[in-house]
């Protein structure tokens, strides 16, 4: 989703969204999740945001992403091996 322009990666989660509504899916996402928090401030500025008093992106998508993995970052000697 980080190489998708902001319109399709909010259209992205509302899709994975629904399909979890099914009890035979399983869906598995990598992302960047600075450029989806980026695209959901876009698509939802007046909804969503980082300041007090309403929704931050990170409360939209723990909405979509029941199971959140985070990897660490790839260190010098990770990106060589």
């Known amino acids: 989703l980080d190489r998708c322009p902001p319109a399709r990666v909010v259209e992205v989660l509302e899709a994975v969204h629904l399909l979890l509504a099914f009890p035979l899916f399983v869906v598995v996402v ?3 999740v600075r450029w989806v928090k980026q695209a959901l401030r876009e698509r939802y500025p ?3 945001g980082d300041h007090g008093g ?9 909405k ?8 660490p970052a790839m260190d010098a000697a ?3 091996r």
């Open 30 to 32: 990598g992302v960047d």
């Open 46 to 48: 007046e909804q969503l």
């Open 54 to 62: 309403i929704a931050s992106p990170m409360d939209y998508l723990e």
């Open 64 to 71: 979509v992403f029941q199971i959140p993995f985070w990897l």
């Open 78 to 80: 990770g990106g060589r």
